[in-house]
Nanobody
Framework: QVHIVESGGGLVRPGGSLILSCAAS????????IGWFRQAPGKEREGVSC????????YYSDSVKGRFTISRVNAENTVFLQMKNLKIEDTGVYYCGSDSTRSAQAMCNGDQHQVDSWGQGTLVTVSS
């Protein structure tokens, strides 16, 4: 059984930083694309950053490019999202997902129903 758990969310001031973690069990993340998605209040969930498995490609949405960095440690089955210079509009629930078939860009921009597994999410609140 696949189990994905996100952690690291919290309250941070604008301009601050956070590192989110995503730990997976029941699957080997080295065989999956992995991605971070977020759902802001009143909005649909959107792909923020995804990382491919076979080609190592990385995708960032325009809103986070240059501020967020995705990384993975396959040996620990863990994925990270380093977030810097946080803005109020970064507020939302951040979800980690795994995808066994698609590329990073396809995972982040495509049909989210095709994501194999999701975590329960971790809340990030950026507020002064």
């Amino acid at each position: 059984q696949v189990h994905i758990v996100e952690s690291g969310g919290g309250l941070v001031r604008p301009g601050g930083s956070l590192i989110l973690s995503c730990a997976a069990s029941g699957i080997g993340l080295d065989n999956h694309a992995i991605g971070w998605f977020r759902q802001a209040p009143g909005k649909e969930r959107e792909g923020v950053s995804c990382h491919g498995n076979w080609d190592g490609s990385t995708y960032y949405s325009d809103s986070v490019k240059g501020r967020f960095t995705i990384s993975r440690v396959n040996a620990e089955n863990t994925v990270f999202l380093q977030m810097k210079n946080l803005k109020i509009e970064d507020t939302g629930v951040y979800y980690c997902g795994s995808d066994s078939t698609r590329s990073a860009q396809a995972m982040c921009n495509g049909d989210q129903h095709q994501v194999d597994s999701w975590g329960q999410g971790t809340l990030v609140t950026v507020s002064s």
